[in-house]
């Protein structure tokens, strides 16, 4: 029986115990996890085969969730113990779960944009390009812009669109679609005598306008003279911004996406980047108003860097738990696609074109010893060889001017390498971040291109890269491609491009644990996250996927899974109807 006494203590026992025990928790923290400060799981996660990209556990087949971050992951009997009143329970019923996948390059209200307008990724003859833009134009108001694109001409044989295939069907609305790689156009003669493209039109620097034997327009513009066009398409709203940010969530949660690195959208001219904006009037705008669905890391071109600085030194570099401020990102050369790519030797069709240096290495050098100086990370696009190796050996200099740290430099693409340079990004653990499912439709344009045995040698070099050390990131480039981890992931595995009855260049062949780490824990590395995301390991967001199949054997021989349900910090934001 209690006494008074002993009432009027426990209180003084349980406060004089907390001041003992507080300094010993923070040096044992799984001392906390006894029976009388025991913190109960909000969901418990079971019976399934969990990959955690975490070296330190595997796998494992139960994981509690509290408070939107794991409390513990294990065995079925550890994790159960944190069951409590109200705790929930999902059976996986044996079912494959991994990280939360991270898309380490993608373009992501351009994406949502473009899943409302005229989408030419499927269009294979000139036919069904045809039709589809006629479909869009049946919907349209007298005079409002038809956009669209991703086409890409190689699916119908090469032979580049003109206005004339469809000037007929669109009369009323001036028209506007983007290649597949954004580095090239097609306008309809509307849109052409619009922005004042005639017969008389010089090329701008940079640029070409497309022109028939008789020098006619025939509506296809290159590289800057999309400008001409781009800059007569009125600006999209801030509301069809914002929409575009919910379509383009729900698109990547339904694949498992929970991360994605932004690097802005296609703005009218060539530029492509990250308005500062899209933070304030969509990013910032979604987060204050709770609807954030998935986690953003945000580079901002190079040149506004003493903004970025300034701003993180107010807010620091997580604005919350949606939104991290990445760092800076500029460009070094073209796209394969467009003959831009920057190589050491010339295009096999074209002896002298040897691809274009869209930024010059000065200005590169001296924007990126400040930034990093100002402990920003910095991301530079390089495609072509050449274009990679002058971007390695600028980081090496910045690295020999700022002094050692952990900077974690960026090469976005870095799709064709030099021998040697696998190795160089690994001598100062540069992030490799690549987008395995170009290689789909780039093994054959790249092979005509560079010819058979340039190609081979150093094409999407995914196991150099991870044997060199460096920080191999997947990534989708969507709109380029399709945002689609799970696809990435079986491209890299096996990289047979469609028709191919084998692999190309099977050497660089990667693993689906190496495959899934690239996602992962790599992916968040690669942007400085993974202390939040990346791996299913204590304290660490809930992200993860659950996925329709159950042997992991099956996963690890044909890398081809579906996606049952997404949740991001533990809550469930996609499932699959069934
Ligand atoms: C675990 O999943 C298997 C299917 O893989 C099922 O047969 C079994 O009943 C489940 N166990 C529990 C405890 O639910
Ligand atoms: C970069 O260029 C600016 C302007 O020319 C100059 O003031 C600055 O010192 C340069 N920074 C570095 C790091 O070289
Ligand atoms: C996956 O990444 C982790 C952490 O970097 C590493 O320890 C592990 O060896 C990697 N697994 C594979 C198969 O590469
Ligand atoms: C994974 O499950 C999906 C849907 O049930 C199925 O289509 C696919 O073939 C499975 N993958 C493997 C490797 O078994
Ligand atoms: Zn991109």
């Not at 589809?132 to 919907?139: D, R, S």
């Not at 696609?337 to 074109?353: D, I, R, V, W």
């Amino acid at each position: 029986m209690l006494n008074m006494k002993m009432m009027v203590a426990a209180p003084l026992v349980v406060l004089s115990l907390s001041i003992v025990l507080f300094p010993i928790f923070n040096t044992y923290p799984f001392l906390r996890n006894w029976g009388w400060t025991r913190q109960v799981a909000d969901l418990l996660v079971i019976n399934g085969t969990i990959y955690t990209s975490d070296s330190s556990l595997p796998f494992a087949d139960s994981m509690a969730v509290r408070n939107g971050r794991i409390l513990r992951i294990g065995d079925y009997s550890s994790v159960q113990a944190l069951a409590g009143y109200g705790t929930e329970y999902i059976n996986l019923q044996g079912r494959i779960v991994v990280p939360g996948f991270i898309d380490s390059h993608v373009h992501f209200l351009s994406g949502g944009l473009q899943m409302a307008r005229v989408e030419l990724r499927k269009a294979n003859t000139k036919e069904k390009f045809v039709e589809i833009v006629k479909a869009a134009a049946k919907n349209m108001e007298h005079g409002s812009w038809i956009l669209g694109g991703g086409w890409n001409n190689d699916f119908w044989g090469g032979e580049l669109p003109m206005a004339t295939w469809i000037d007929d069907i669109t009369e009323n609305n001036p028209v506007w679609l983007s290649r597949m790689d954004g580095h090239m156009g097609l306008a309809n003669s509307l849109a052409l005598e619009i922005a004042g493209v005639t017969k008389n039109i010089e090329d701008p620097i940079g640029g070409t306008v497309v022109r028939n034997t008789g020098g006619e327009p025939t509506g296809l513009l290159i590289d800057s003279a999309m400008k001409l066009v781009l800059s007569c398409i009125p600006e999209v709203s801030k509301d069809d911004r914002r929409k575009a940010l919910e379509r383009a969530s729900n698109l990547a949660l339904m694949r498992g996406v929970t991360t994605v690195v932004d690097f802005g959208r296609y703005f009218p001219g060539t530029s492509v980047e990250l308005p500062w904006e899209d933070l304030t009037d969509v990013y910032r705008w979604a987060d204050i108003y709770g609807k954030m669905k998935i986690r953003v890391c945000l580079f901002f071109p190079m040149r506004t860097w003493q903004r970025l600085v300034d701003l993180i030194g107010q807010t620091g570099r997580k604005l919350s738990q949606w939104i991290y401020l990445g760092g800076v990102k500029d460009f070094s050369d073209g796209s394969l696609g467009s003959s831009s790519a920057l190589f050491y030797k010339a295009y096999a069709e074209e002896p002298h074109n040897y691809g274009l240096q869209v930024t010059n290495i000065d200005d590169l050098l001296n924007s990126t010893i400040s930034s990093d100086k100002f402990n920003l990370q910095v991301a530079i696009h390089a495609i072509g060889d050449r274009a990679n190796g002058m971007i390695l050996d600028m980081y090496t200099s910045v690295v020999a001017t700022n002094g050692m740290r952990d900077r974690r430099f960026r090469i976005e693409h870095a799709q064709h390498l030099a021998p040697g340079a696998a190795a160089k990004f690994g001598q100062h653990h540069i992030v490799a971040s690549v987008q395995p499912d170009h290689l789909l439709d780039d093994a054959e344009s790249a092979i005509k291109k560079l010819g058979l045995e340039r190609a081979q040698e150093g094409s999407y070099m995914f196991k150099s890269l991870l044997n060199s050390d460096a920080v191999l990131a997947f990534g989708s480039d969507w709109p380029v491609a399709d945002i689609n981890p799970l696809s990435s992931i079986k491209t890299a595995m096996e990289r047979i491009p469609p028709g191919w009855e084998n692999g190309w260049i099977t050497t660089e062949r990667i693993s689906l644990p190496e495959a899934l780490n690239a996602s992962t824990i790599l992916a968040a590395k690669a942007c400085f996250l993974d202390k939040d995301v990346g791996s299913l390991s204590t304290g660490k967001m809930a992200d993860f996927v659950v996925l329709m199949n159950d042997s992991w054997e099956g996963f690890a021989e044909h890398g081809y899974g579906s996606i049952a349900a997404t949740y991001v910090g533990g809550r469930q934001a996609y499932i699959r109807n069934i």
